[in-house]
């Protein structure tokens, strides 16, 4: 309760410094085809990535006791958690050179909507292979994310 109380009385000053900046281009890089981050606006980005961590905060701490709850799935609960950290190892090299290719913010709305689907695979179906396919699609987005957010 008092850190919280601490970060609600530095909050005003945070956000009066906080602030949208422009680039500078680069004109050393030769012309390739690839696309490079621009800034987008502070405040929608911020409710965007606000959701993303209240989001993500609930599946990672409850995804293991969600799928050990399904009747016939509890064998392969812990195994879950296992799969979502192989398929983020990758994640971010992966999330970034698609970004290069087809925009930063179209990259963060796919991974957005990957996760989405990940997180909805179990919801629609008991099954184990949707349980796994979840943990691969929630581990191959969420440090991503961060990653496309602060570029």
């Known amino acids: 309760m ?3 109380l601490f970060c609600a009385l ?5 956000f009066a410094t906080v602030k949208d900046t422009a680039l500078r281009p680069n004109h050393l890089r030769r012309a390739i085809a690839r696309r490079v981050p621009r800034p987008l606006p502070l405040l929608p980005l911020l409710v965007n990535y606000t959701c993303e961590g209240f989001g993500y905060s609930i599946l990672a701490t ?3 006791a969600l799928v050990k709850a399904r009747p016939g799935m509890e064998a392969i609960g812990d195994w879950v958690w296992v799969v979502v950290g192989i398929a983020g190892l990758p994640s971010t090299i992966f999330w970034s050179w698609v970004a290069e290719r087809i ?6 709305a796919l991974a957005y909507v990957t996760q989405l689907a990940g997180i909805l695979l179990p919801v629609v ?3 184990a292979s949707a349980a796994l396919l979840s943990a691969i ?3 191959a ?4 994310i961060t990653a496309l957010v602060l570029a």
């Open 10 to 14: 530095l909050a005003p000053f945070i």
């Open 125 to 127: 179906t008991g099954s």
């Open 141 to 144: 987005t969420f440090m991503a």
């Open 2 to 4: 008092a850190a919280g």
């Open 137 to 139: 699609f929630f581990g």
């Open 103 to 108: 925009g930063f913010s179209v990259a963060l």
């Open 62 to 64: 409850f995804i293991v």
